[in-house]
């Protein structure tokens, strides 16, 4: 061996290749917890399931399933984001392995960035594969009610039938369903942040996960808090500033439910759509800046 | 001057202690210097302060008062950590990653990649014996074999300086005489050692320099044989002496003014014993 670090590239303040090992590394340890597989089978059962609940109209099959499905995809996702994220941190520095991985040329920030990518990427698998599932139950289901409706309407005029196709074909399968799941996932990612930064000064993994329960909670209900304190008081810069605050920590949930629009058929206007996205990435850039930041001064 | 391999100055580290008044203090007012090729035992009794001056060392933990730097860089900062390798107590590394795959992992946070980090994890899983345990799980690895990784891991990158932190501790004599060897090793090539240990016949193997802590305090520092050596005193090691050549060497040292302490037989040590009786064997399957 030699007296020299030979071989190496000179330190970069930031490397691609180092945030990816971490990266890598954590989705293998987030696939190897048995939580993971637990939630997607029951995430996939129910949305497999919705085909069987009782309907009377083709409308309302559709709605059912996709009401189901999507809601089985926002939930698991997010109960995912949070329980998978929450053990990250406290586990490594539980286990020690944070001392051997950040005494080596590793900033803080590429660790922090390495876990929360590879926190995003099993987000991004199993949403991938629970939209296969989805996309697949409702296009048989369609292509089912197509070859009944055709069926039953054999001796009716063209005209009727074209009409009735395109109905079917409306309310099932459309391409409003994709801005949908994009922000299901956003909504994840954002989670997924929020849950690392409170992780880097949480002292336990409940501590996290009941402080973000909390937060999913609030989250949810706070733009009606927001209106109706809009309506109580004045809207003075204090006010305001106090707002922003509250929504800095307890993040509006409810943007992100664009489900009730989807499972009626209604189009979602790209531009709600485009806010949204940037909300989603805002929110989750912020919070892990804000982790990054926390983690840079913890001494550990 | 030449820069030294380590250099701590002044230094101090407090813990605040919440809704209690008196702050705990680790370390205070340290001052070291070690050279480059040197091993340096930081001794001392547990809660002394040894990990905490490691940590401060390796940038985990920022000093409350003070400087350190490795190899004449601040070691606050993330590039001074290319010259350093790591081995902390009892580590335990991602266990549902194999020998090879935790050397890997490592190299790769080092900037290593393709056929140079390949090389590198067979050269490392060659030099610590565990190149057939190599494709196993670290889950059923035993403490002696974790220690080796560890140590591996820690030399992934070609470091100038290891630091070590309890590099012993938990593992059996014949697991703690092959880190004994490897860190034997790591000096003849030139290596820095800083190792920290309360086993102290062990330090006393290995180590040029030591440093007592106690309390946060260094309370005696300097080479090895110097701090321990009897100034008055030296040992003559006989073999097939009869008793009479040994009374007339007595008789001979009595006539200078000079004493006989002690005249007994040679022994073994009781590690040595069980290395022999145990046939030192290194946990390759």
Same mark, same amino acid.
């Given at each position: 061996?030699?007296? !020299?670090?030979?071989?190496?590239?000179?330190?970069?303040?930031?490397?691609?290749?180092?945030?990816?090992?971490?990266?890598?590394?954590?989705?293998?340890?987030?696939?190897?917890?048995?939580?993971?597989?637990?939630?997607?089978?029951?995430?996939?059962?129910?949305?497999?399931?919705?085909?069987? *609940?009782?309907?009377?109209?083709?409308?309302?099959?559709?709605? &059912?399933?996709?009401?189901?499905?999507?809601?089985?995809? @926002? &939930?698991?996702?997010?109960?995912?984001?949070?329980?998978?994220?929450?053990?990250?941190?406290? /586990?490594?520095?539980?286990?020690?392995?944070?001392?051997?991985?950040?005494?080596?040329?590793?900033?803080?920030?590429?660790?922090?960035?390495?876990?929360?990518?590879?926190?995003?990427?099993?987000?991004?698998?199993?949403?991938?594969? *629970?939209?296969?599932?989805?996309?697949?139950?409702?296009?048989?289901?369609?292509?089912?009610?197509?070859? $009944?409706?055709?069926? /039953?309407?054999?001796?009716?005029?063209?005209?009727?039938?074209?009409?009735?196709?395109?109905?079917?074909?409306?309310?099932?399968? +459309?391409?409003?369903?994709?801005?949908?799941?994009?922000?299901?996932?956003?909504?994840?990612?954002?989670?997924?942040?929020?849950?690392?930064?409170?992780?880097?000064?949480?002292?336990?993994?409940?501590?996290?996960?009941?402080?973000?329960?909390?937060?999913?909670?609030?989250?949810?209900?706070?733009?009606?808090?927001?209106?109706?304190?809009?309506?109580?008081?004045?809207?003075?810069?204090?006010?305001?500033?106090?707002?922003?605050?509250?929504?800095?920590?307890?993040?509006?949930?409810?943007?992100? +439910?664009?489900?009730?629009?989807?499972?009626?058929?209604?189009?979602?206007?790209?531009?709600?759509?485009? !806010?949204?996205?940037?909300?989603?990435?805002?929110?989750?850039?912020?919070?892990?800046?804000?982790?990054?930041?926390?983690?840079?001064?913890? %001494?550990? | *001057?030449?820069?030294?391999?380590?250099?701590?100055?002044?230094?101090?580290?407090?813990?605040?202690?919440?809704?209690?008044?008196?702050?705990?203090?680790?370390?205070?007012?340290?001052?070291?210097?070690?050279?480059?090729?040197?091993?340096?035992?930081?001794?001392?009794?547990?809660?002394?302060?040894?990990?905490?001056?490691?940590?401060?060392?390796?940038?985990?933990?920022?000093?409350?008062?003070?400087?350190? $730097?490795?190899?004449?860089?601040?070691?606050?900062?993330?590039?001074?950590?290319?010259?350093?390798?790591?081995?902390?107590?009892?580590?335990?590394?991602? !266990?549902?990653?194999?020998?090879?795959?935790?050397?890997?992992?490592?190299?790769?946070?080092?900037?290593?990649?393709?056929?140079?980090?390949?090389?590198?994890?067979?050269?490392?899983?060659?030099?610590?014996?565990?190149?057939?345990?190599?494709?196993?799980?670290?889950?059923?690895?035993?403490?002696? *074999?974790?220690?080796?990784?560890?140590?591996?891991?820690?030399?992934?990158?070609?470091?100038?300086?290891?630091?070590?932190?309890?590099?012993?501790?938990?593992?059996?004599?014949?697991?703690?005489?092959?880190?004994?060897?490897?860190?034997?090793?790591?000096?003849?090539?030139?290596?820095?050692?800083?190792?920290?240990?309360?086993?102290?016949?062990?330090?006393?193997?290995?180590?040029?320099?030591?440093?007592?802590?106690?309390?946060?305090?260094?309370?005696?520092?300097?080479?090895?044989?110097?701090?321990?050596?009897?100034?008055?005193?030296? %040992?003559?090691?006989?073999?097939?002496?009869?008793?009479?050549?040994?009374?007339?060497? +007595?008789?001979?040292?009595?006539? @200078?003014?000079?004493?006989?302490?002690?005249?007994?037989?040679?022994?073994?040590?009781?590690?040595?014993?069980?290395?022999?009786?145990?046939?030192?064997?290194?946990?390759?399957?």
């Amino acid at each position: 061996m030699s007296n !020299k670090t030979a071989g190496i590239n000179r330190h970069r303040s930031f490397s691609l290749a180092r945030v990816f090992a971490i990266t890598t590394n954590t989705l293998t340890e987030l696939t190897r917890l048995k939580v993971f597989y637990i939630l997607l089978i029951f995430a996939l059962l129910l949305i497999g399931s919705s085909v069987f *609940m009782a309907r009377l109209t083709f409308q309302q099959e559709f709605q &059912i399933l996709k009401d189901v499905s999507l809601g089985a995809m @926002s &939930i698991f996702t997010s109960l995912l984001a949070i329980i998978a994220t929450a053990r990250l941190i406290p /586990q490594d520095i539980e286990d020690r392995t944070v001392y051997t991985i950040l005494a080596k040329p590793v900033p803080r920030f590429e660790y922090i960035v390495g876990k929360l990518t590879g926190v995003l990427l099993l987000l991004s698998i199993s949403m991938l594969v *629970m939209s296969a599932m989805f996309l697949a139950v409702l296009y048989l289901r369609e292509q089912t009610v197509l070859h $009944e409706t055709l069926r /039953q309407m054999s001796a009716a005029p063209r005209e009727q039938i074209d009409d009735a196709l395109r109905a079917i074909r409306s309310s099932a399968l +459309n391409i409003d369903i994709l801005p949908g799941i994009v922000i299901i996932y956003l909504k994840a990612c954002l989670l997924a942040a929020l849950t690392l930064f409170v992780s880097t000064f949480a002292t336990t993994n409940i501590f996290t996960i009941v402080v973000m329960v909390v937060i999913y909670f609030i989250g949810h209900l706070q733009a009606t808090a927001r209106e109706y304190w809009l309506q109580e008081h004045s809207t003075g810069w204090m006010t305001r500033a106090f707002l922003a605050l509250v929504a800095l920590i307890f993040p509006d949930l409810q943007t992100f +439910n664009l489900v009730d629009d989807i499972v009626v058929g209604a189009a979602i206007p790209l531009g709600l759509v485009a !806010k949204t996205v940037v909300l989603g990435v805002f929110y989750t850039t912020i919070y892990t800046f804000l982790a990054a930041f926390v983690f840079y001064g913890k %001494e550990l | *001057m030449s820069d030294a391999a380590v250099t701590v100055s002044g230094l101090t580290k407090v813990f605040p202690v919440p809704f209690h008044r008196e702050p705990v203090i680790a370390v205070r007012n340290l001052d070291l210097r070690i050279e480059p090729g040197e091993v340096y035992g930081l001794l001392g009794p547990n809660g002394s302060g040894k990990s905490t001056t490691l940590k401060i060392i390796l940038g985990l933990v920022s000093p409350t008062r003070g400087r350190t $730097e490795i190899f004449g860089r601040d070691s606050s900062l993330v590039e001074s950590r290319e010259a350093v390798g790591f081995l902390p107590e009892n580590p335990y590394f991602y !266990k549902y990653l194999t020998g090879e795959e935790t050397l890997r992992f490592f190299g790769k946070l080092c900037g290593l990649s393709g056929s140079r980090l390949r090389e590198r994890a067979d050269q490392l899983l060659e030099l610590v014996g565990l190149t057939n345990v190599r494709s196993r799980r670290l889950s059923t690895y035993s403490k002696g *074999m974790l220690q080796r990784i560890g140590l591996a891991q820690a030399l992934i990158h070609e470091p100038k300086l290891v630091v070590l932190d309890e590099p012993t501790a938990g593992v059996d004599p014949a697991g703690s005489c092959d880190i004994r060897n490897l860190i034997v090793d790591l000096k003849r090539r030139g290596i820095t050692v800083l190792l920290s240990s309360h086993l102290l016949a062990q330090a006393q193997e290995i180590c040029d320099h030591v440093g007592i802590l106690a309390n946060g305090v260094l309370v005696r520092e300097g080479r090895l044989e110097e701090l321990i050596a009897i100034e008055n005193r030296t %040992e003559l090691v006989l073999e097939n002496a009869s008793d009479a050549l040994v009374d007339r060497i +007595n008789a001979l040292a009595t006539s @200078s003014n000079a004493k006989l302490i002690a005249r007994r037989r040679s022994t073994t040590t009781l590690e040595r014993l069980f290395l022999d009786a145990t046939n030192n064997p290194k946990e390759k399957s």
